[in-house]
């Protein structure tokens, strides 16, 4: 059960990697707008930069909740991806399947939080911070935890202050921190966004 339920916290810091990249942001085509398979998410979800990169990070949308329809389009999304995924996993993992329901919801307490406490997400959770407000907005796709940024080598920082404090995104003892960063690094390096790119955005605002 355990070793199911970790194995399922993984799955679904990958899967919001990817959904994150390709469903929200959407790909990239030459002359013509991105393509997204749920296209009405990535709708919503370029609302939610729009109006991020405007009022400091914070979005109303999580204030007035349901009867907003990105919120409610969010909660729609998660609840249906973590049936889907939990009904997948049950036969074989009831770990995997109780993981999957436990990061929808864990995703959707962090990402509002976030947004409606700006301070608590820059502390908590930089890579999600540095996704909006960093000069490349496509790059940091992880919400909850940086792995799959650091794996994918698509964690970018904007600054010292926003760098987390290892790769877990937990806090652990400054030295057992220090070494695990070191190793970590090693293999997979974090970017930084280059000096240049941070007088193009600071002239932008």
Partial sequence: MIKGFVAGLIFANGFEWVAHKYILH???????????????????????????????????????????????????????????????????????????????VNY??????AHLEPMWAKKKIPWHYDHHMNSNQD???????????????????????????NPLGVTLPKSTAKWLSAQVEHFFPVQWVQQKQLLELSEVK
């Fill in 26 to 104: 959407g790909t990239h085509r030459t002359g013509k707008p991105r393509f997204s398979p749920v296209p009405r998410s990535m709708k919503s979800h370029w609302e939610h930069h729009r109006e991020v990169r405007k009022v400091e990070f914070h979005d109303h949308s999580y204030v007035e909740g349901v009867s907003h329809w990105r919120t409610r389009n969010e909660i729609i999304s998660l609840a249906v991806v973590a049936s889907a995924a939990s009904c997948i996993f049950y036969p074989f993992s009831k770990g995997m399947a109780a993981a999957s329901i436990y990061s929808a």
């Fill in 139 to 165: 790059a940091n796709w992880c919400v909850t935890k940086p792995w799959f940024d650091y794996l994918l080598g698509t964690r970018v920082v904007s600054s010292s202050d926003l760098k987390e404090q």
């Fill in 108 to 113: 959707y307490y962090i990402h509002r939080r």
